[in-house]
């Protein structure tokens, strides 16, 4: 298994993520299938602008996309990323002065815990760990399964 | 397996099957409205996206959109059978009550003008009807509860699996 071009410099797994996956489109796709089914539109009258509703879920459907941080995704602005790519690194989790102020900047709540993991066990079975929880569904920002299989 | 009392409680007078409806006590449509307010949310997209380009929909309404859908009280969740005060106002209910059957399938008079909506939403109901001679109401009802319980929405006709980890 090879699987590292997944990894993003910051340490989340970009197959994980639900972005990349898919997860997020699907979601969006499933809410849109029954939000005008049940004439919701009139019952949700004054709570939402429902036509605005159905335009954001049909912006997610078509563009809550991302190739993936390696390939040129993620956010154009991230230190991080540079910083990586400058030192010769493929992941923060390489480096000796982690945790920095760039990575605390973009840290998830676990990234700390993930990062332990990776020095316990090593890039390869840490890699392989990440690509499990992710085909069970776990997704990184969430940190949890959907309650539904999309 | 439910007792075929459960079942029948579970049949709206309009034949439908409580049980396999999206919005029943919130099995799956406020489940998707919530999966998807919570990604969202943990995905910081409010923070973000609005800063990296003009968007052409309004974000608040997406977020309340998801909150009125995720809500027990409102959206698309319903807390009782239609036998017992859920569902919207219908013609069939009172009908049914009158002419003393249980479902409009049991009706002489099927399918009669107060099916009409339902055929034009429904139109696999006619196949269901079939499905009622041939199997009577306790086989057909056994039909729908095991349809209801693999995840189906009728509404959608789609299969939605929980995750185990709830």
């Known amino acids: ?150 | 397996m439910a007792g075929i009392k459960r079942q029948e409680n579970l049949i709206g007078s309009c034949a439908a099957y409580c049980g396999e409806c999206g919005m029943y006590r919130g099995r799956i449509y406020a489940r998707i409205a919530k999966d998807f307010l919570e990604i969202l949310k943990a995905s910081d997209y409010a923070d973000w996206l609005p800063n990296v380009m003009k968007l052409d929909f309004s974000f608040e309404d997406l977020l309340n959109g998801l909150e009125y859908f995720s809500k027990q009280d409102a959206g698309c969740y319903c807390q009782e059978p239609c036998k017992k005060g859920g569902g919207a106002p219908c013609e069939n209910r009172p009908c049914a009550e009158e002419r003393g059957v249980g479902i409009c399938y049991e009706c002489e008079d099927f399918p009669c003008e107060h099916f009409d909506w339902i055929l034009a939403k429904y139109p696999d109901c006619l196949e269901d009807y079939e499905r009622f001679k041939k199997l009577g109401l306790e086989g057909w009802s056994r039909f729908h509860a095991k349809r209801a319980e693999q995840g189906y929405a009728h509404a959608t006709g789609k299969y939605y699996v929980r995750s185990s980890n709830k």
């Open chain 1, 1 to 150: 298994m090879t699987g590292h071009e997944l990894v993003a410099p910051c340490g989340d797994y970009c197959g994980g993520c639900g972005q990349y996956n898919g997860l997020i489109c699907k979601t969006a796709k499933q809410m849109r299938e029954f939000a005008d089914l049940y004439g919701f539109e009139m019952r949700s009258e004054g709570e939402f602008d429902f036509q605005q509703f159905v335009a954001a879920l049909e912006w997610f459907i078509e563009n809550a996309t991302c190739p993936g941080c390696q390939q040129g995704g993620g956010p154009a602005w991230c230190e991080v990323k540079k910083c990586c790519s400058e030192k010769g690194f493929r992941i923060c989790f390489e480096c000796e002065e982690f945790p920095c102020s760039n990575i605390e900047s973009v840290a998830d709540p676990d990234t700390r815990d993930r990062y332990k993991r990776f020095r316990e066990v090593g890039f390869e079975r840490w890699l392989e760990e990440q690509a499990q929880k992710a085909t069970e569904g776990y997704e990184i920002h969430l940190q949890k399964v959907l309650s539904l299989k999309p």
